[in-house]
């Protein structure tokens, strides 16, 4: 059973950074395609950014200069660096991973539970 722990998230004021990190267990790490995903209040779910198994990337238009997906296989963990953030960034983010080494939408299988991002203009 894959397993998805994401931790990080909190409140910050605007313009400020935050990292999140989410550890995998229960999956072969090294194959999988790994993402982020938040969700705003009244909004869909929307992909923040996703990371291939050899280090290809891809993000959201709204956050692109500003957030930066990596991962560390050893640890079977990625990361999200967030800076700049803006008060439109306030969301639950969900740690994602694909069942693939692509970050094909149709891969999309596995969800973390969430961390709130807050942050205050």
């Known amino acids: 059973q894959v397993q998805l722990v994401e931790s990080g998230g909190g409140w910050v004021q605007a313009g400020g950074s935050l990292r999140l990190s989410c550890t995998a267990s229960?999956?072969?790490?090294?194959?999988?395609?790994m993402g982020w995903h938040r969700q705003a209040p009244g909004k869909q779910r929307e992909l923040v950014a996703a990371?291939?198994?050899?280090?290809?990337?891809k993000y959201g238009d709204s956050v692109k200069g500003r957030f930066t997906i990596s991962r560390d296989n050893s640890k079977q963990t990625i990361y999200l660096q967030m800076d700049n953030l803006k008060s439109e960034d306030t969301a639950v983010y969900y740690c994602?991973?694909?069942?693939?080494?692509?970050?094909?939408?149709?891969?999309?299988?596995?969800w973390g539970q969430g961390t709130q991002v807050t942050v205050s203009s």
């Open positions: 229960g999956t072969k790490f090294y194959i999988d395609a």
């Open positions: 994602t991973q694909y069942r693939s080494s692509w970050y094909h939408p149709s891969a999309l299988d596995n």
């Open positions: 990371i291939s198994t050899d280090g290809n990337t």
